[in-house]
C-alpha cells in the first residue's frame, strides 16, 4: 500500500513540473487595468471624502487645534478642500519643529526621502522600459503577447546582455538611495539636531543617572560629584528621587488631619458650638486634638524632610532614629536628575543612529521589491 502511494506522489510530482506543456500567456494589462478600476475608485472616493470630512470635524481630524496642553497655531489652519495638498510644503521646517516636535520633523524628512528614493525607482522605469521592450523575440519569450509584460524583464531571454541594466539599475537605485542618506544624516540632521538641542527648554540641559553609591545619596552629594567630573559652575542642580514610604504616610495623615479640622471649624463656626469626639473613650474638643496633632505632624515632616536632605546618615543629634523603614531615604531605583548649565550634544546620538538605521531599514524594504 506505501509503495503505492509513494510511486503516486512521484508521478504526481513528475506531472507537476513537467516543462512538456506550453507556457501561458501572462495578461498583465488586464490585471493592471482591473486593479486601476477597483482600487482607484475605491481611493478617489475615500480621499475625496476626508478632504471634505476634515473641514466639517475639524475636533475629529485635528485635535491639537483646540486640545489642552497640546494646542499649537499650525494645526488650526486647515487650508481649504484641496489647497492642503500643495500648501503643506510652503511651511518652513523651523515652524514644523517648534509647534510638531523634533521627531515629528524627522518623520516628515523620513517621508520626503521615501518620495526621492521612489523618484529614482521611476527614472530607472523611464530608460528600462525600452530596454526590456525591444528585447529581440526567442524561443523562451515568444509566447508573451500581453503589453505590460512585454516591457517587464520576463520579456528578456536568460544569459541576455540586456540583463546588464538591470544589473546597473539595481546599483543606482541603492547608490542613490545610500547618498540621499548620507545627506539627510551628515548635513541635515546635526544641523536641526543642534537648533533643537539650543533651544532653552529642561530637557536639553537634564540628563538621568543611575547606579548611585550610598556615598552619593543626598543632593548636594550628587551635585558635588558632577561639579568635580564636569568642572566648576557646569552643574545647576541636582535632585535625587528618594523611596521615602515612612515620610509618605505622615504626609497622607496630614491631609486627613486637615480635612477632620476645616470639618470640626465649619461646625463650630455654623453651629455655634465646639465639636467634641472621643479618643480612647475620653471625649475631646475636636479643634484643638486636631490641631495640636497637625502642629506635631508639621514638625515631624519638616525635621525627616531636613533629615533625608542630608544624606539620612546616622548623626550625634539623633537624626538617625527617624529612619524607621529600611527603605526610607534609600534612592528610588537608584536615579538622579542632573541639570547642566550647557546642552548634551552626546544625547543627539541616539537619535542619530535610530534615524539612520530606520532610514536603512526602508532603503531595504524599497529596495528589495524592487530587485525582485
Given at each position: 500500500m506505501d509503495s503505492n502511494f509513494d510511486y503516486f506522489y512521484q508521478r504526481t510530482?513528475?506531472?507537476?513540473?513537467?516543462?512538456?506543456?506550453?507556457?501561458?500567456?501572462?495578461?498583465?494589462?488586464?490585471v493592471l487595468l482591473n486593479t486601476l478600476i477597483i482600487y482607484g475608485t475605491n481611493f478617489v472616493i475615500i480621499w475625496s471624502l476626508f478632504c471634505w470630512l476634515r473641514l466639517q470635524y475639524p475636533r475629529v481630524y485635528s485635535v491639537r487645534s483646540w486640545a489642552p496642553n497640546i494646542q499649537c497655531k499650525l494645526a488650526r489652519n486647515q487650508f481649504s478642500m484641496f489647497s492642503w495638498l500643495y500648501e503643506v510644503y510652503e511651511i518652513p521646517e523651523k515652524q514644523i519643529m517648534d509647534q510638531c516636535?523634533?521627531?515629528?520633523?524627522?518623520?516628515?524628512?523620513?517621508?520626503?526621502?521615501?518620495?526621492?528614493?521612489?523618484?529614482?525607482?521611476?527614472?530607472?522605469?523611464?530608460?528600462?522600459?525600452?530596454?526590456?521592450?525591444?528585447?529581440?523575440?526567442?524561443?523562451?519569450?515568444?509566447y508573451i503577447e500581453d503589453y505590460i509584460a512585454s516591457i517587464t524583464i520576463s520579456h528578456v531571454p536568460p544569459g541576455s546582455a540586456r540583463l546588464?541594466?538591470?544589473?546597473?539599475?539595481?546599483?543606482?537605485?541603492?547608490?542613490?538611495?545610500?547618498?540621499?542618506?548620507y545627506k539627510e544624516v551628515d548635513e541635515w540632521f546635526p544641523n536641526f539636531r543642534f537648533k533643537f538641542l539650543a533651544q532653552a527648554k529642561a530637557r536639553n540641559y537634564t540628563v538621568y543617572v543611575h547606579g548611585i553609591r550610598d556615598q552619593y545619596k543626598a543632593d548636594y552629594n550628587i551635585a558635588q560629584f558632577f561639579q568635580e567630573s564636569f568642572g566648576l559652575g557646569r552643574v545647576q542642580e541636582a535632585h535625587l528621587k528618594l523611596n521615602t514610604p515612612e515620610l509618605s504616610k505622615l504626609a497622607a495623615e496630614r491631609t486627613a488631619l486637615v480635612t477632620a479640622l476645616e470639618h470640626a471649624i465649619n461646625v463650630f463656626e455654623v453651629e455655634d458650638k465646639v465639636p467634641m469626639h472621643k479618643v480612647n473613650g475620653?471625649?475631646?474638643?475636636?479643634?484643638?486634638?486636631?490641631?495640636?496633632?497637625?502642629?506635631?505632624?508639621?514638625?515631624?515632616?519638616?525635621?525627616?524632610?531636613?533629615?533625608l536632605e542630608a544624606g539620612g546618615y546616622e548623626s550625634d543629634?539623633?537624626?538617625?532614629a527617624y529612619k524607621q523603614?529600611?527603605?526610607?531615604?534609600?534612592?528610588?531605583?537608584c536615579t538622579a536628575l542632573i541639570m547642566m548649565m550647557e546642552y548634551l550634544p552626546c544625547q543627539g546620538l541616539g537619535n542619530l543612529i535610530y534615524?539612520?538605521?530606520?532610514?536603512?531599514?526602508?532603503?531595504?524594504?524599497?529596495?528589495l521589491p524592487y530587485i525582485l
Open positions: 510530482l513528475q506531472d507537476a513540473n513537467t516543462t512538456d506543456s506550453e507556457p501561458v500567456n501572462p495578461d498583465d494589462g488586464e516636535g523634533f521627531d515629528g520633523l524627522c518623520l516628515i524628512r523620513m517621508l520626503n526621502w521615501a518620495v526621492k528614493v521612489s523618484a529614482v525607482g521611476a527614472i530607472n522605469a523611464v530608460w528600462l522600459i525600452p530596454v526590456y521592450g525591444s528585447s529581440p523575440a526567442s524561443d523562451s519569450t515568444e546588464v541594466a538591470t544589473m546597473i539599475a539595481v546599483y543606482l537605485f541603492f547608490g542613490c538611495a545610500l547618498y540621499l542618506l475620653v471625649e475631646v474638643e475636636s479643634i484643638d486634638f486636631y490641631g495640636d496633632n497637625l502642629k506635631r505632624i508639621n514638625i515631624d515632616i519638616t525635621e525627616r524632610i531636613e533629615f543629634e539623633g537624626a538617625g523603614s529600611l527603605a526610607e531615604g534609600e534612592p528610588l531605583v534615524f539612520a538605521f530606520y532610514s536603512y531599514v526602508v532603503v531595504i524594504g524599497w529596495g
